[in-house]
């Protein structure tokens, strides 16, 4: 089964509202990758976060890696109707993914 | 379109029936990827391919499960006597094969979705 867990597993907002999705792991995390899939799509990657503490941006979209390196967040700012869809977090571990449950983004107009 | 292709897209099954799936990844990647996702799950992962070398297969991959990368280019993914469990997202990612700690970025087909009735 997977190892790391994902929270909230759906969240629905309305557009114009901000919207966090968090990834626990027991374990340290070598590194942490996090990918979108819309609906009925495949996951499209977004980032990698290898550095404990980091933070990247990407225009809306903000990714921080724990100073344990146990858990990561995504945080979009003004979510927008096109922000819809699954977003996962993953450990890249030996060339493969360990993907997290995924949460699931419903915005409304 | 270059990106990776899989084939067919959807597969209708009766249960105790084999199916065979493929995926043809990016020309230039080394390594190519099968993952299984099931609804409200991310994806789990089955196996993975250094050109024609399989180097890992999960223990989610039973022995109904096979695949096959003979030339070190596309692949496929087999089933055989099919069970409703199987029913599932069968995902394929390729990536160029970059060691050496660099980030090796899996790029994901579109997937084959079988239903096992």
């Known amino acids: 089964g997977q190892q790391v867990m994902q929270i909230p597993q759906y969240q629905h907002v309305q557009e114009g509202e901000d919207f966090t999705t968090y990834c626990n792991s027991s374990?340290?995390?070598?590194?942490i990758q996090w990918y979108k899939q819309r609906p009925g799509g495949h996951p499209v990657f977004l980032i990698q976060?290898?550095?404990?503490?980091e933070v990247k941006k990407q225009k809306r979209l903000t990714f921080q890696f724990g100073e344990a390196k146990k858990n990561s967040s995504l945080h979009i700012t003004a979510t927008q109707t096109t922000d819809v869809g699954t977003y996962c977090c993953?450990?890249?571990?030996?060339?493969?993914?360990?993907f997290g449950t995924g949460t699931r983004l419903q915005v409304f107009p | 379109d270059t990106g990776v292709s899989q084939d067919p897209r959807h597969k209708i099954t009766k249960r105790g029936q084999n199916v065979t799936f493929r995926c043809d990844p990016i020309?230039?990647?080394?390594?190519l990827y099968w993952y299984r996702q099931t609804l409200g799950q991310g994806p789990e992962f089955l196996t993975y391919?250094?050109?024609?070398?399989?180097?890992?297969k999960s223990r989610l991959l039973s022995d109904r499960f096979s695949a096959e990368r003979p030339k070190g280019s596309f692949s496929t993914l087999e089933i055989q006597r099919t069970e409703q469990g199987d029913s599932a997202m069968y995902l394929c990612?390729?990536?160029?094969?970059?060691?050496?700690?660099?980030?090796?970025?899996?790029?994901f087909g579109p997937g084959t979705r079988l239903t096992v009735l």
């Open positions: 990612a390729s990536s160029l094969g970059i060691s050496g700690g660099e980030l090796d970025t899996q790029y």
């Open positions: 993953a450990e890249g571990n030996t060339d493969k993914l360990i």
């Open positions: 374990t340290t995390l070598s590194n």
């Open positions: 391919f250094q050109n024609e070398a399989q180097l890992e």
């Open positions: 020309s230039e990647h080394n390594r």
């Open positions: 976060l290898v550095k404990s503490g």
